[in-house]
């Protein structure tokens, strides 16, 4: 790997790493408005919404810290696509359905005029970002095994 | 290939254990999520026995509003808590209300103010803003 490539990488699993940390940081300090948030979807029954007001957090906070885990990297790369890719979907519906939703995305948890250009534009970016990071650890691991 | 996916289940089972003790730590308080007419705060506007908030936008409220209605604070949680103490009487119930059926807003401060206020009668109004026009046309 190049120099410029690595520190490139390096700052973009860092930038994720930080941000996944914050978004979890203000949905734990307060679990219930991230509940609300989540029923504001009207997407999941409740049964379903509120073990997720816990499992997204944790999920987030693991996933930011095993990016610096080099065992865990790829992994944590990969299941952070896939949560960009259901939360981005997850607004995406919301918005084709005309609904007023809070997107609990970094715990904020009342947004009257929802701005869903802007939320899946921001989701989108952060999914581009750990789609580079997938194609550039394998791309690596190709260069290292060859 | 496998690699991977063992580590990926295993990332799962190691959220899976913190959210467990997360809900442990610090459990969400089950909200009774009550509905109310446009008649029936009609009823209790006349009776004095509602403290109506209005979770619209600013310019909307500005527009027109329940009478004595009280507008969340945009960004400011903890000020639009503040309000509702100063304002809220302990024989009036809480009626909360967004634009219409198709919002949210009001359901979720619903939930907001009886996990921060402990009050138990915390209403939203059925159909919202939109509701109320019909009703009182």
Request: hydrophobic residues 50%; glycine residues 4%; aromatic residues 8%.
């Amino acid at each position: 790997m190049t120099p410029l490539r690595c520190i490139a990488t390096t700052g973009l699993r860092g930038g994720l790493s930080l941000i996944f940390a914050y978004a979890a940081i203000t949905k734990l300090a307060d679990p219930a408005s991230l509940h609300a948030d989540i029923q504001s979807y009207r997407l999941l029954p409740e049964v379903v919404a509120l073990p997720l007001a816990y499992f997204i957090p944790a999920l987030e906070i693991v996933i930011a810290l095993a990016l610096w885990v080099s065992r865990y990297r790829q992994s944590a790369t990969g299941i952070l696509a896939v949560l960009m890719a259901i939360f981005t979907a997850a607004i995406a519906i919301s918005w084709l359905r005309g609904l007023d939703i809070s997107c609990g995305c970094f715990g904020e948890s009342r947004s009257p005029q929802t701005n869903y250009p802007y939320l899946i534009g921001r989701d989108l970016l952060l999914l581009a970002i750990a789609g580079f990071l997938i194609y550039s650890e394998r791309w690596h691991t190709a260069q290292t095994a060859g | 290939m496998k690699r991977h996916i063992v580590t990926t289940i295993q990332l799962l089972c190691i959220a899976l254990l913190l959210a467990t003790a997360l809900a442990f730590i610090n459990p969400i308080q089950q909200t009774n999520e009550d509905v109310i007419t446009a008649k029936a705060l009609v009823q209790m506007i006349a009776e004095d026995k509602a403290l109506i908030i209005d979770a619209r936008p600013a310019s909307a409220y500005e527009r027109a509003h329940i009478p004595n209605a009280l507008n969340i604070i945009e960004g400011d949680w903890e000020q639009s808590l503040s309000n509702i103490l100063d304002m809220w009487q302990s024989d009036r119930s809480i009626v909360i209300y967004c634009d219409s059926a198709q919002c949210s807003t009001s359901e979720q401060i619903a939930i907001r103010l009886k996990s921060d206020l402990a009050i138990e009668r915390i209403y939203t109004l059925q159909g919202g803003w939109e509701a109320w026009q019909k009703a009182n046309q």
